[in-house]
């Protein structure tokens, strides 16, 4: 029989409101922004005073010594007995309402929770000023339990009394009462309560959490390990949260962490702090180091916690040092992002944070070099959405591409980060992935904050004006009106029988221009309006506008399809052009690279290692299975960002060659045979076409053949259908990091939702 991880219990109001004054019960929410309505918490009372049941709670027991402290605590930080998993915002309403203590808003303001009864009606309200002069009401119920009971209830029946002509009688005064009473004696409220063992590990706790919450909201390892700080080491979570705070409180003085970017939460920063700390991106084992277990033998040690928060701390001061923090947000300026407009990834942001924190801490690179290094990577990441999918398992690979550096060398450190980035944007993402990506309607697409991105780099003016784009998007001047113009408007679209949100909308249709100027255009004919306003530019700024606005030469004159594709390709070679500008003049090689150059890599988010097409080589015949690996293969680097499959290669970069595969192919056994047999593969197993969107060459090394098939980002969702099977292709693969994965339902539609918008 399995062991029971909980015991079922009860508590009376006023003993969870004792436990949590005299800290053996955790709720640190009550210095956080609450985020319950005042109308909410009038429910939660009402719903009390009749009797409903108000849903269970869910405590943990920390299995801390008695008279344990906190991590760097005094005398009085205690180590509480029990944590609040579920029930914290009910539990904080109660405490506030009954203690009188404030609560933090979400706009971090510090408020009072006032709750009116009305004991004639029996209703509770939230106390406004109307509820204030009215005799009928205790405008507060806090006072019943303030020590001022009596005195309370007096005023009440006499304000009541004077306010009515017929005096209320003594029989209608008990009632009333009886009723006041009623209220106060809801400190007996009887609660259910779920203790959690000490035992149970915080993936269990998580799962219990879900089957029991109605909302079914999922913990986080985040959540545990914040959670874990509040027991072990309060003052290190409020000092998250108090960066937090006065990065969007408004009343906030002096220095602190507002930024055009990103509000940062606790969350974000506890991730820089781990990165930073342990070199760890998954945050699955760094709760039991916490903790103080050792990963071997399991064993919990106090002597082990105390060290592993230590590192924590030291890490988490370096994290929130404001020098740190805004040095390393001009590399976002430096890159051409000017604000949280042309953010898609809060994530690229806060890892580029942790890469920027090792180079400066740990390597001790000068600031004005890492600048440049970390504007490159934040703006590869960025646009290729690095950190989309499985975002903690892809900077857990980054790290690991680093931890091995020593100290002192901090070359090796930057020369790491640009071969990650030139492996990334090689010459096929320019000419083949990015203009396939640019092949979207989405306003949010990072792609297009790319091309934003590099216009301010490069310097460039709004389409028709005089007004630098950078200007318009600095958050710091006065605001001004820049619009996305239709280049082609839609209501000459609708004329020629072209609607439809994507293909009006396009990226590719869209410029920069001043609004003054996008009004006069308004759904004019391009091959009419273009020739009068580029004649007022004159000449030489027309062509500086041409190149910026990537305008093909006689655009306007050009069929809507052919114009869209034409400028994509132009998009594509204008970002190319504005990224070579981070590089400090240093001349970048984009060219194809060799067998050689790839075999020199690991496999990663954009190259992958396949021994075979055909050929089971453990097992020593033909294996279909292998088709339908080269299959998921293609379609997870579709899926993502692109890339190179080599085949005839194994996992460690030793070439095995096609020599199997082709004796496989019947009748035509050479490599022409060998890309036939790819192409009808690929185009038989996948939901789109792959011709333009997949290449494939023949490299020698050795005397073995191997093939090279460059894969673009599809501008749409591919999804793959088995081998030998005649359904409809509904298998989902993506490349993340180094492994191609299957994404299934909402999985799937945050990705979708995310990747293409």
Not at 629 to 635: F, L, N, Q, S, T
Request: charged share 25%; net charge negative; glycine share 8%.
């Amino acid at each position: 029989m399995p062991t029971t991880l909980y015991r079922d219990t009860g508590y009376s109001l006023i003993h969870l409101i004792e436990g949590i004054k005299h800290g053996d019960i955790a709720l640190p929410d009550i210095q956080r922004p609450f985020v319950w309505s005042a109308t909410k918490i009038r429910d939660l009372f009402d719903s009390m005073y009749r009797g409903y049941p108000i849903g269970t709670l869910m405590f943990w027991e920390t299995g801390a010594e008695t008279g344990a402290r906190q991590v760097g605590g005094g005398s009085t930080d205690r180590v509480p007995k029990l944590l609040i998993v579920d029930g914290q915002q009910r539990l904080t309403a109660l405490f506030a309402v009954i203690t009188g203590r404030e609560v933090v808003s979400k706009s971090f303001e510090s408020r009072r929770i006032r709750i009116a009864f009305n004991p004639g009606a029996q209703t509770f309200d939230v106390t406004d000023a109307a509820i204030e002069r009215s005799p009928e009401y205790i405008p507060d119920i806090t006072k019943l339990w303030d020590g001022s009971y009596k005195s309370t209830v007096r005023e009440f029946l006499q304000a009541l009394d004077d306010s009515r002509e017929a005096k209320t009688t003594r029989e209608e005064q008990d009632i009333l009462e009886e009723r006041i009473d009623r209220v106060r004696d809801l400190r007996d409220f009887r609660f259910q309560v779920i203790e959690l063992n000490a035992s149970a590990d915080e993936e269990q706790v998580a799962d219990v959490f879900v089957r029991i919450n109605s909302e079914g909201v999922k913990l986080n390892q985040a959540d545990f390990i914040l959670t874990l700080m509040s027991v072990h080491w309060e003052e290190g979570r409020r000092l998250f949260e108090g960066f937090c705070r006065a990065a969007v409180d408004p009343a906030h003085k002096g220095a602190s962490a507002r930024n055009p970017y990103l509000d940062p939460s606790p969350d974000q920063l506890l991730r820089a702090t781990v990165g930073l700390a342990f070199r760890r991106g998954r945050l699955q084992n760094v709760y039991s180091l916490l903790r103080g277990k050792d990963l071997d033998t399991g064993k919990v040690s106090a002597n082990r916690r105390d060290e592993q928060f230590a590192i924590l701390k030291a890490a988490q001061a370096h994290v929130l040092d404001l020098m740190h923090w805004h040095e390393f947000l001009k590399c976002l300026a430096a890159a051409g992002f000017r604000s949280s407009r042309m953010i898609s990834s809060s994530n690229a942001i806060i890892y580029s944070y942790v890469l920027w924190l090792i180079g400066r801490c740990y390597h001790g690179i000068d600031i004005k070099a890492l600048r440049s290094v970390i504007a490159r990577w934040f703006f590869m990441a960025h646009t290729t959405g690095r950190y989309t999918s499985s975002p903690e398992s892809q900077i857990e690979a980054d790290l690991g591409r680093i931890g091995q550096l020593a100290p002192a060398d901090g070359e090796a450190f930057m020369a790491e980060l640009d071969r990650i980035v030139r492996s990334n944007f090689t010459g096929d993402y320019w000419d083949i992935s990015l203009p396939s990506r640019l092949d979207t309607s989405s306003s949010r697409s990072p792609v297009l904050f790319a091309y934003w991105a590099v216009l301010n780099v490069l310097d460039a003016e709004l389409l028709f004006s005089d007004m630098r784009i950078r200007d318009m998007g600095d958050p710091s001047g006065a605001r001004r009106a820049m619009e996305r113009h239709h280049l082609f408007p839609k209501g000459f679209l609708a004329q020629k029988g072209i609607a439809g949100v994507r293909q009006t909308n396009a990226i590719a249709n869209m410029a920069f221009l001043d609004w003054p100027d996008n009004a006069s255009i308004s759904a004019g004919d391009p091959a009419v309006y273009w020739p009068r306003m580029s004649e007022l530019l004159g000449e030489d700024r027309t062509k500086k506008h041409m190149y910026w606005h990537a305008l093909p030469i006689g655009w306007s004159d050009l069929d809507y399809e052919t114009f869209l594709e034409k400028r994509r390709g132009l998009m594509a070679r204008v970002i190319r052009d504005g990224f070579e500008r981070l590089w400090d003049g240093k001349p970048q090689d984009h060219g194809a690279k060799s067998l050689a150059d790839y075999l020199a890599l690991e496999e990663s988010q954009t190259l992958e290692f396949k021994s075979s097409a055909r050929w089971n080589v453990r097992a020593g015949m033909a294996d279909k299975k292998m088709e339908q690996v080269i299959v998921k293969a293609v379609c997870g680097l579709l899926n993502a960002e692109g890339g190179t499959l080599l085949i005839g290669v194994d996992d460690d970069g030793k070439v095995l060659g096609l020599d199997a595969d082709l004796g496989t192919l019947g009748k035509k056994q050479d490599l022409d045979g060998f890309e036939l047999f790819l192409r009808q593969l690929l185009d038989n197993a996948l939901s789109v076409p792959t011709a333009g969107k997949v290449r494939i060459r023949f490299e020698s090394s050795g005397g073995k053949d191997v093939c090279l098939v460059s894969v673009a980002s599809s501008a749409k969702p591919v999804f793959a259908r088995p081998v030998e099977s005649g359904g409809k292709a509904s298998d989902f693969w993506v490349r993340v990091g180094n492994q191609t994965k299957q994404l299934h339902g909402d999985e799937l539609v945050v990705y979708t939702d995310d990747h293409w918008g």
